[in-house]
């Protein structure tokens, strides 16, 4: 009796937790040590097994096929009596972790305390004996109690299945079979959302499968995939890993550096016994089409992606470094990474987190997240970096200029418009300048915003700015069509709210557009990088400010609507001209003519200079010196018109 109260009194020892991380798989017991014993970790078939003897406590599940002839011992401590274990599956590290008492165990990892020995020299197990207290529980289901017993028996689930490296290479050889196809003209977004799903797979299987050692590369040709196990006593370190060098490749070798705080931050979220690493080296861009047909330098994509996390905003970047030839000229590289459109089935290449530097024969990109990079191609303008700093000075002292002007002119326009037949004239003008104002001031603060971190704040800088621009664009054609009714159209009728219907023309279909844009896709605004190629020194620079994204929707809406604009102008200009001129046997004069002419050229003639940037050359240059001081200077030019008419007209009532 006194012995029985001893026992039931005596303390179980251990808790048997498996940590903080929240297993796959948990299976706890009790178990009554009543001599000296060990654990024996061996291969079995497609599941784990837990059988309990005197002499030992058994667990199995698959081996690898080179280690299926292997056993590992554990030796377990001397103290007799009742000890509480756990044995727990990680499915995202494929390790089996058993907790025995206050001890824990990594199963056929942790080789400083086990002996790795042949099946063929294990002694006997002994006479079976029953664990108590059983209960198991699977990931996101209920704790389940079992009866005693000796032997346990899990049938493992279709995810659960153990991944071998034959696996992989099957997989790896299927994808680039699909690859090296040749694609149908009708099917080429099918085709990506195929080979998309069968990378998807791909990555899957990269996550579990069992290596034979710390690293492993597989496939040989056009996907290479790279597997990296890092042990905890690793994490307070870099890890660079380089690819084979491939001299016959337009980029010769790719050079990953993951920083330290990486497996830093890793370890703070969750208790990780160890990373796993996941390097993909792929030498064709068919699964990585954007809807512009982008370039990336030598077709290589390369894909990081840390096992079960998902890895943005850095305190360190990652740094990825492309070595390459002699880039073309014109020709700027930019570090991009891929951003998956999961409900249109399609993606993008974007810059945000990335920065580029380009020096001779590498590239060198960082990053602050994780997934799949490359570098772009991106034709860029020809230019010293002499011209871009003047340039870039003359840009943002007119732009300052002008918004101060144009304040100056509302200001004076609005206290001088008390005559009636000059108040829809004086308004359309406070309305341009209105806008002219908030495109210089959106574009002083734009380059600011993207350098900072806040991507929303980004986005709706990017959306204001083309708001302004097209505002002004839809105001100069609002201007020409009000000269030429003034002019063409003296007796014409009076038009009921004709300011109202114009003011909601002007601001409301600049409005609509950027809306109808933001709402097809939000990221269609955001940082763009403009490529500027150096031709003294060979450098390339990127000048981020917030902006559409897409080339398509620039140049279709942007230079589409100018285009309009600009013909529309041109013509009412020439009928103007054509009428001043019926008129000038009247007693006109030329210098009438001439200030009509002004007045249409700083109301958006000058623009058309853009289309002339798309040469090269000293042509080029010129007219980017024209365009930068012309518009940037617009709201200042247009004061200076509107007082040189105040004055002429002064100098005619006192005559």
């Not at 003897?53 to 058994?58: F, G, H, K, M």
Request: proline share 3%; net charge negative.
């Amino acid at each position: 009796m006194k012995v029985l109260l001893l026992l039931l009194l005596s303390p179980l020892q251990g808790a048997g937790a498996c940590g903080h991380q929240e297993e796959d798989f948990r299976f706890c017991g009790d178990r009554n040590q009543t001599q000296n014993s060990s654990i024996i970790y061996e291969h079995g078939p497609a599941a784990i097994s837990i059988e309990n003897t005197a002499q030992a406590l058994i667990i199995r599940r698959p081996f690898l096929p080179s280690r299926r002839n292997s056993s590992y011992k554990y030796s377990l401590p001397p103290t007799l009596g009742r000890y509480r274990f756990c044995v727990c599956w990680f499915r995202a590290n494929s390790t089996l972790q058993l907790v025995y008492g206050k001890q824990s165990f990594l199963l056929g990892r942790d080789l400083a305390s086990s002996n790795a020995r042949g099946k063929q020299g294990q002694e006997p197990a002994g006479a079976s004996t029953s664990i108590f207290n059983v209960s198991y529980v699977l990931k996101g289901g209920k704790n389940t109690s079992l009866d005693s017993t000796s032997e346990y028996f899990f049938p493992a689930s279709p995810e659960d299945m153990p991944i071998w490296e034959q696996d992989v290479e099957e997989e790896l050889t299927a994808l680039d079979r699909l690859i090296a196809q040749p694609t149908e003209p009708d099917a080429g977004a099918m085709e990506q959302r195929v080979l998309r799903r069968k990378l998807g797979e791909l990555e899957k299987m990269l996550t579990k499968v069992e290596l034979e050692g710390q690293n492993q590369t597989f496939g040989k040709a056009t996907v290479r995939a790279t597997v990296l196990i890092i042990q905890p006593v690793q994490a307070s370190q870099n890890l660079v890993f380089a690819s084979q060098r491939e001299e016959d490749r337009e980029v010769y070798g790719i050079v990953v550096d993951l920083p330290s705080s990486l497996f830093m931050m890793a370890k703070e979220r969750e208790e990780m016994v160890e990373h796993r690493v996941v390097l993909m080296d792929i030498s064709s861009q068919t699964m990585f089409q954007d809807e512009n047909s982008s370039h990336v330098l030598g077709d290589k994509v390369v894909g990081i992606s840390l096992v079960d996390m998902v890895v943005a905003n850095l305190s360190d970047p990652v740094i990825l470094t492309f070595s390459h030839g002699q880039l073309p000229r014109n020709v700027t590289p930019l570090c991009v990474f891929w951003r998956e459109d999961t409900t249109a089935n399609s993606g993008s290449w974007d810059s945000f987190g990335c920065t580029t530097e380009t020096r001779g024969s590498w590239t060198e990109c960082r990053c602050n997240h994780l997934t799949y990079f490359a570098v772009l191609m991106v034709s860029s303008l020809e230019i010293t970096y002499i011209h871009r700093d003047y340039l870039s000075i003359i840009t943002y002292v007119g732009c300052l200029i002008s918004a101060l002007a144009s304040v100056c002119t509302i200001l004076f326009l609005y206290f001088r418009s008390k005559q009636r037949d000059q108040i829809t004239s004086m308004h359309i003008h406070m309305n341009l300048l209105g806008a002219i104002f908030l495109l210089d001031i959106t574009f002083l603060i734009s380059e600011q915003l993207a350098s900072s971190s806040s991507e929303a704040a980004c986005r709706a800088g990017g959306l204001f700015l083309h708001f302004s621009l097209l505002s002004c664009l839809t105001w100069m054609g609002i201007e020409g069509y009000n000269l030429y009714r003034l002019v063409i159209e003296v007796f014409s009728t009076y038009h009921d709210h004709f300011l109202l219907k114009i003011c909601l023309v002007g601001w409301g279909l600049p409005f609509f557009c950027v809306m109808l844009i933001f709402l097809v896709n939000w990221r269609n605004y955001g940082p763009f990088s403009i490529p500027i190629y150096e031709s003294i020194g060979g450098k390339s620079t990127n000048a981020t400010i917030c902006w559409i994204t897409s080339p398509l929707i620039h140049n279709v809406v942007n230079l589409g609507f100018f285009s309009l604009v600009f013909l529309f102008n041109s013509v009412m200009l020439g009928a103007m001209v054509q009428e001043i001129l019926r008129q000038n046997n009247k007693g006109h004069t030329l210098k009438h003519v001439l200030a009509l002419f002004g007045l249409s050229i700083l109301l958006g003639i000058p623009w058309a200079l853009v289309f002339f940037s798309f040469t090269s050359g000293i042509f080029s240059l010129i007219s980017l010196y024209l365009f930068t001081i012309i518009n940037s200077l617009q709201g200042f030019l247009i004061f200076l018109w509107y007082w040189t008419m105040v004055l002429q007209a002064r100098k005619s009532s006192d005559l």
